[in-house]
């Protein structure tokens, strides 16, 4: 049976490989998600439902959400902000896929909101 832990760690071995050859790149594992810094920043960080939570710009929240995301939560239903958003484990499912999130993460530049 596979449980929450086990997803996040799958998906975190998934987002090292994209991250193999890159520089600075640092893990921080707060709030029962696994987090990857790149140059200092966080890009992405992999949730325990298998889910990916995306550092966006701001202003590519709309285009970003008709790709497939949805508007990241915190506790209680709080929404996070347009600088943020989660990837559902289906949307992810494929290499090139998750690629393509995680170069979203690195590429923000304003998903401090």
């Keep these: 049976m596979t449980g929450p832990a086990d997803l996040r760690d799958a998906l975190s071995h998934r987002i090292r490989d994209v991250l193999a050859s890159r520089p600075n790149v640092r893990e921080v594992r707060m709030f029962g998600v696994q987090s990857f810094m790149v140059d200092g920043r966080l890009a992405v ?34 929404p996070m902000g347009r600088g943020w958003l989660t990837v559902p484990s289906a949307r992810i499912s494929d290499e090139a896929d ?4 995680v170069q979203v993460g690195i590429d923000s530049r304003g998903g401090q909101g």
């Design 45 to 78: 960080a992999a949730d325990r439902d298998g889910g990916l939570l995306v550092r966006t710009d701001p202003a590519d929240h709309d285009d970003l959400l008709r790709r497939g995301a949805l508007p990241a939560q915190m506790g209680g239903d709080r």
């Design 98 to 101: 998750l690629a393509f999130w």
